[in-house]
Nanobody, 124 residues
């Protein structure tokens, strides 16, 4: 069992930056693929970024490529999402998730555990 707690979301102006963190419980964090997803009001939850268990492989949604960076520190059981050049359309609740598999990490169905989410609001 893994518990995930996101933090770092807040109100920020367009063009600004935020770093989200996701702290995981348990001793096997380094075994999980990790991902970030987001859900805007009235929209379905969508993939943002994913990282393999070692951090050697990452994947991003086209909408965030070049602006967001996913990373992890296995010694701290934490995964991060650095978000730069934020846009109003990035406004959403951001969720982190953990997956046993290293495949299809851009798909929600791959994930076994989810956090409760953290709100990111980007004002224009």
């Amino acid at each position: 069992q893994v518990q995930l707690v996101e933090s770092g979301g807040r109100l920020v102006q367009a063009g600004g930056s935020l770093r989200l963190s996701c702290a995981a419980s348990g001793r096997t964090f380094s075994s999980y693929g990790m991902g970030w997803f987001r859900q805007a009001p009235g929209k379905e939850r969508e993939f943002v970024a994913a990282i393999s268990h070692t951090g050697s492989s990452t994947d991003y949604a086209d909408s965030v490529k070049g602006r967001f960076t996913i990373s992890r520190k296995n010694a701290k059981n934490t995964v991060y999402l650095q978000m730069n050049s934020l846009k109003p359309e990035d406004t959403a609740v951001y969720f982190c998730a953990a997956a046993y598999t290293m495949r299809f990490l851009n798909q929600q169905q791959a994930y076994n555990y989810w956090g409760q989410g953290t709100q990111v609001t980007v004002s224009s």
